[in-house]
């Protein structure tokens, strides 16, 4: 039992040192040579807590969205708008803090496949949160509705990665909170404009 | 010169064998060596052509884009609702039609990162053809209506790839007219709503 929990601790806190070297570069970045050095642990030993490469992304992926959805959690206490609107500035401020990791596992650019499933995974979680918000049970919502959610779910993230290459970038992250405020606003009308268009009014 | 030639209408051969066997399953389950018997040539002779399979995927993701454009070419004879409906309309059914190799190319399941680059030049193509609409030289778009017009892109995508695969699939593709109606009806709604959002008017 303790040889069990210690590989659990193992594996954690080289999933930890994953994530923040992902968050440093990216995931294609991502050396497991660095980080069995930095764990102490030869490179042999990695694999024998993560039998591939793709595995260990997958956990360091997983770790990294958990953190993502964590820090976007709605809060309950907030009205339904000012609900919506904090989450999705946290989004933001969660994405900008650490952008080429973030860049690098929505795009794909890494060449594991697997992580396509993570991600979509995450989206399935967020688009809960949005029929939740508009009082919709994930199994009754309609069709379109669904389609509608998902498609804002692309909206966001495909507009924070453009965000982050063509404006933050230019100015440098976090320099300029008018064009931050402007995005949000921006990600907060498309999520509403979407449960609109597919039938569903969120003030109701 | 004619052996120059010879090897561009050969290579313009094997690209569409590839585009239609793509079309028949997905990028995923493109087969080299099928489509080298297909042909009548050996797969290392196809292997003098496209040096890499890499290489051939991202000729054959072309070709298929470049015919996804061509469908959905926005009809200057139309007012301008009438041809962003029209071209969303026409893009619906061209994805519609060879659903697995859209979902295939777009979602990235193929392990070649190179095939996100081609979808991005597409997406870029489309960028410049909604900022066209709305009567804005690509290089003079304000930073937030180009976010806008890329998250509008991904909202389609995506959009389409949920509905493919939660709707049109249940019903059977081409089944449920009133579903594929809606859907359209959805896309032209949030382009609009994105480029309104980020302060353009698209009836001005």
Same mark, same amino acid.
């Given at each position: 039992?303790?040889?069990?929990?210690?590989?659990?601790?193992?594996?954690?806190?080289?999933?930890?040192?994953?994530?923040?070297?992902?968050?440093?570069s990216?995931?294609?970045?991502?050396?497991?040579?660095d980080?069995?050095?930095?764990?102490g642990?030869?490179?042999?030993?990695?694999y024998?807590?993560? &039998?591939?490469r793709? /595995?260990f /992304?997958?956990?360091?992926?997983?770790?990294?969205?958990?953190?993502?959805?964590?820090?976007t959690? $709605?809060? $309950?206490?907030?009205?339904?708008? *000012?609900?919506l609107?904090?989450?999705?500035?946290?989004?933001v401020?969660?994405?900008a803090?650490? #952008? *080429?990791a973030?860049?690098?596992?929505?795009?794909?650019?890494?060449?594991?496949?697997?992580l396509?499933?993570?991600?979509?995974?995450?989206?399935?979680?967020?688009?809960?949160?949005v029929?939740?918000?508009?009082? !919709?049970? &994930?199994?009754?919502? #309609?069709?379109?509705?669904?389609?509608?959610?998902r498609g804002?779910?692309?909206?966001?993230e495909?507009?924070?990665?453009?965000w982050?290459?063509?404006v933050?970038?230019?100015a440098? #992250?976090?320099?300029? #909170?008018a064009?931050r405020d *402007?995005? !949000?606003?921006?990600? /907060?009308?498309?999520?509403?404009g979407?449960v609109?268009a *597919?039938?569903?009014?969120?003030?109701?």
């Amino acid at each position: 039992m303790s040889v069990r929990l210690s590989r659990a601790a193992r594996r954690a806190q080289l999933v930890d040192l994953g994530v923040r070297a992902v968050e440093r570069s990216s995931f294609d970045d991502l050396s497991i040579d660095d980080l069995a050095d930095e764990a102490g642990i030869s490179r042999s030993l990695l694999y024998h807590y993560f &039998p591939s490469r793709r /595995e260990f /992304e997958v956990a360091v992926a997983e770790q990294g969205l958990a953190g993502l959805l964590e820090a976007t959690e $709605p809060d $309950p206490a907030l009205p339904l708008d *000012a609900r919506l609107r904090e989450s999705l500035a946290a989004y933001v401020d969660h994405v900008a803090a650490r #952008p *080429a990791a973030f860049v690098s596992l929505v795009r794909g650019a890494s060449s594991n496949p697997d992580l396509r499933a993570v991600v979509d995974r995450a989206h399935e979680v967020v688009a809960i949160r949005v029929l939740d918000g508009v009082g !919709v049970a &994930p199994e009754a919502a #309609p069709p379109l509705l669904r389609v509608a959610v998902r498609g804002a779910i692309a909206f966001l993230e495909e507009a924070v990665v453009v965000w982050l290459a063509e404006v933050a970038e230019v100015a440098g #992250p976090g320099t300029d #909170p008018a064009s931050r405020d *402007a995005l !949000v606003a921006l990600l /907060e009308r498309m999520v509403l404009g979407a449960v609109a268009a *597919a039938g569903t009014d969120l003030a109701r």
